[in-house]
Every structure is written in C-alpha cells, then in structure tokens.
C-alpha cells in the first residue's frame, strides 16, 4: 500500500522564479492539503483540495495556488518566489467524504531554498 | 494570538525517566485533537489522536480538557528512540474540511 508521495525531494531556485511541486496521495485517499514547515516552526496550512476544488484555505497570499487532479494527485504552485519562501512543503492526504473525516497522513516534504 | 500555543522546550532528560508536554488551543469550536511526532528533517506522523476520556498507547498517555482548552502528553520510561519533536495539533470545526494547526512543537531529547 503505497503512502503519500512528493516529488522533487529538494529544489533550489532563485528569487522571482515560479516553482511546482507535485504529491500523490495514500491509496484510497480523496483528500490532499498542503502545508508549509519553516525551519524551527509547526506547519502552516495552506490550502485543501477535494473533487478537485480548493475546499479552504489558510493566510498564504494569491502567489500559492494549486490543482487536484482526477486522480487526486495535486500540484501546489508558487510563483514569483521570495527568500521567505524556503521551507519545507507538506502534502498530507485523507479521506473525507460526506461530512467524514479522517486523520491526515503526510508524505516525505519537498525542501525549497530560495537564494 | 496563535490557534496552538506548546512550550517549545528543548527537554532534555534520562533514559527511563517520565516527561510531560502541555499545550493550549484557542478555538473553542475545534473538533479534533492529535499529537504527532517529527524526527529531524523527516515528515511528522501521527502518534495518537486525543479524546477528553483520556487516552493509552503503551508508555504514551493523552489527555484533552476542552473547558481548558488543554492538551498533554506524557511519556513514561522514556527510550533514546523517543527523541524527536513533538507536534500538537487541533483540527478546525470547518464543513467537513479538516485543516490541521500545529504547535511549534517541543523538542525531546532522551540522554544515555
């Protein structure tokens, strides 16, 4: 049973620049949210995909944006980058259907340096 | 003021020892309640959901007091390979969108 997937492991890219990363969910799984882990601070959510619709959304600015695909799959895009923009970005994926919750489970991160 | 307030430690104690993390929440209508655990540079992970009756998984006890609005962890015996970070996490009350928020997280470490 696969887990939570992200692609790529790291990235660097420089000021200005548009960045896309990617997470498969856990199989069985409809739900993908994203979040962002400064170094030294919890995770920050950012947004929540659902039948391919962003469900809800956290304090990140326009420049975050994302996409869910029929298979659940989902991209989470930042553009224009800025130095405060490294971090680390976690996908977690659930199954929520009908009002049912479930608890998230999250992939291995994609690690973004910004110079 | 921030949705999870947790002291951000670092606690550094001995094997065998018994250690406590608290946190506080703000949201009165939050609905869901976790610890996870985080290992350095690696994804967090569930380590048991909270409910107000109180909860045992092994060495590990939860305990939820929702008129506090307050969340612990105990660890008894503690093992080397409990150290990491501690997460506390409260799910939002939204329409059936569960958007978790996270402590800081309070960093364990467990001395030979």
């Known amino acids: 049973d696969a887990g939570v997937t992200q692609s790529p492991t790291h990235l660097i890219k420089t000021r200005g620049q548009q960045v896309t990363l990617r997470c498969s969910p856990k199989?069985?799984?409809?739900?993908v949210s994203w979040y962002q882990q400064a170094l030294g601070q919890g995770p920050q959510f950012i947004f929540q995909?659902?039948?391919?619709?962003?469900?809800q959304r956290g304090n990140f600015p326009d420049r975050f944006s994302g996409h869910q695909f029929p298979n659940y799959s989902s991209e989470l895009n930042v553009n224009a980058l800025l130095l405060g923009d490294s971090a680390l970005y976690l996908c977690?994926?659930?199954?929520?259907?009908?009002?049912?919750?479930?608890?998230?489970?999250f992939g291995p991160g994609t690690r973004l340096t910004v110079l | 003021r921030k949705e999870v307030e947790q002291d951000p430690g670092p606690f550094n104690v001995p094997e065998g020892a018994t250690v406590a993390f608290n946190c506080t929440y703000s949201n009165s209508a939050s609905q869901s309640f976790f610890w996870y655990r985080q290992d350095c540079r690696k994804e967090p992970k569930l380590l048991m959901s909270v409910y107000s009756s109180g909860n045992e998984d092994g060495r590990f006890t939860a305990q939820l007091n929702r008129a506090s609005q307050y969340i612990s962890l105990l660890i008894r015996d503690s093992k080397l390979s409990d150290s990491a970070t501690y997460l506390c996490?409260?799910?939002?009350?939204?329409?059936?969108?569960?958007?978790?928020?996270f402590g800081t997280g309070t960093r364990l470490t467990v001395i030979p």
């Open positions: 977690a994926s659930s199954l929520v259907g009908g009002g049912r919750t479930d608890t998230q489970y």
């Open positions: 996490v409260v799910s939002s009350a939204g329409t059936g969108a569960n958007n978790l928020f």
């Open positions: 199989s069985g799984h409809d739900t």
């Open positions: 995909y659902y039948e391919e619709e962003e469900r």
